[in-house]
């Protein structure tokens, strides 16, 4: 026990430079060791039973780095949450498609990226862990689900707009019709994702018949 103290207290001070002041550079070491610290903890045990307190001990910084950052742990889970959802957009197609692709092909692609990246096992550990606190962190639970599905929808919402600028066949309203092929989409894998047979395959699968059902109602957009 003795021994790890030391340890703890040795990296403790590998944070800050001799004068006592971390640089700049030792300040986003210390801020990617508490989030890194924070977020396996939180997925390990959850939102109650992780402290603040042994998060501040298993980064190897003091109680007082921890609480200057984030004074409280609903403050701390909320600055993971955003810093994933920071990264996990990387996962999804958000570069422009090339202009000419159908539409079709467009939320077939859309679709299927979106059901690989729910089901990275990350990003669908911590939309259970969201879903189980949904009571003690109401807001949290919205503004995680919110911003992610707000993302994607203005992406595919450019996807119906340009196509639909090609073709010279106006769409009244883009984000309506994005919302209604996310929606589609996020309530399937909410419904099978307990699936132990949902693939890669089942997942095109779906996607195929969502978008065909998409255009095959265009008229009504």
């Known amino acids: ?60 910084v003091s109680k007082g780095t921890l609480y200057a950052r984030y004074p409280d742990k609903q403050a701390l889970f909320k600055a993971v949450a955003e810093e994933r959802i920071a990264a996990w957009r990387a996962l999804t197609p958000g570069e422009p498609i090339s202009e000419g692709v159908p539409l079709p092909t467009r939320f077939f692609r859309r679709g299927v990226a979106v059901l690989r990246m729910l089901r990275t096992p990350e990003i669908s550990a911590f939309m259970r862990l969201l879903d189980s606190e949904f009571d003690r962190l109401p807001e949290l639970s919205r503004a995680f689900n919110v911003d992610g599905f707000k993302y994607l929808l203005h992406m595919l919402a450019d996807d119906v707009r340009s196509t639909a600028k090609e073709a010279s066949a106006p769409c009244v309203d883009p984000e309506g019709v994005a919302d209604a092929f996310l929606s589609a989409v996020f309530g399937w894998y909410y419904l099978h994702r307990s699936d132990e047979h949902m693939t890669d395959d089942s997942c095109a699968a779906f996607v195929s018949r969502l978008t065909s059902l998409m255009v095959g109602g265009r008229s009504a957009w």
């Open 1 to 60: 026990m003795a021994l790890q103290k030391q340890t703890k207290t040795k990296e403790s001070k590998g944070f800050v430079s001799k004068r006592g002041r971390p640089s700049s550079a030792q300040v986003a070491a210390i801020d990617d060791v508490i989030l890194t610290t924070a977020r396996t903890m939180f997925l390990d045990k959850g939102f109650s039973e992780t402290a603040m307190e042994a998060v501040a001990a298993s980064a190897g």
